[in-house]
């Protein structure tokens, strides 16, 4: 009876061929998924179906510039920028956004987490009161912790208390990828946790 003897060098060779393939295999994948999601957006928007177009690949966590624009210019069009806009993913650099002033403007200083520049563009845009869109006030929350002497002062009760909730809860994971799990399982879709979290 011969004995079976077991090259582990060969058996770790196949496993990272098989662990590249499945990689590479991800990665076109996604890439598909992104361009077939743009393709849907532009052709709805040529339909003027905007609100659809928001809805396409909306719970996936892939993206690339061109389907970026595409969102930036539907939330745009629905006025929901400063709504919605940190509730899908981000790709590339805000100043390529900036150029049209106004919301653009506001959204591409949030995407490059340039505070000091949101805050002081805020005013020749909005009334600083608590009818902001969403992501302005979650910003300037953030703005208000950050700063000892903020040139905004912006308080809201519920969105404070939110806040110092997020902050509690990172005090009890000092490990930073867990810390990272428990706030996303909460906090995903906020500006706080695109500021904090996302590179």
Excluded at 144 to 161: G, K
């Amino acid at each position: 009876m011969k004995k079976l003897t077991i090259n582990v060098r060969r058996i770790w060779q196949y496993s990272l061929g098989v662990a590249v393939l499945m990689f590479i295999i991800g990665i076109a994948t996604d890439s598909r998924d992104v361009e077939r999601y743009a393709s849907q957006m532009e052709r709805l928007m040529a339909q003027g179906e905007y609100q659809k177009a928001l809805e396409v690949g909306a719970r996936s966590d892939k993206t690339d510039k061109r389907l970026m624009t595409l969102r930036i210019q539907a939330l745009a069009h629905e006025q929901l920028l400063g709504e919605r806009l940190f509730a899908y993913p981000i790709a590339g650099k805000g100043k390529d956004f900036a150029s049209q002033g106004g919301d653009h403007a506001l959204c591409a200083a949030l995407i490059d987490k340039d505070l000091d520049r949101f805050v002081e563009l805020l005013p020749k845009y909005y009334r600083i009161d608590d009818k902001l869109p969403r992501y302005y006030r979650e910003a300037l929350i953030l703005y208000n912790h950050l700063r000892s002497n903020p040139r905004i002062l912006y308080h809201d009760s519920v969105m404070d208390t939110d806040y110092s909730d997020l902050q509690e809860l990172e005090k009890k994971y000092p490990e930073p990828k867990a810390r990272q799990m428990a706030v996303f399982n909460q906090y995903e879709g906020t500006y706080w946790y695109y500021y904090e979290y996302i590179l």
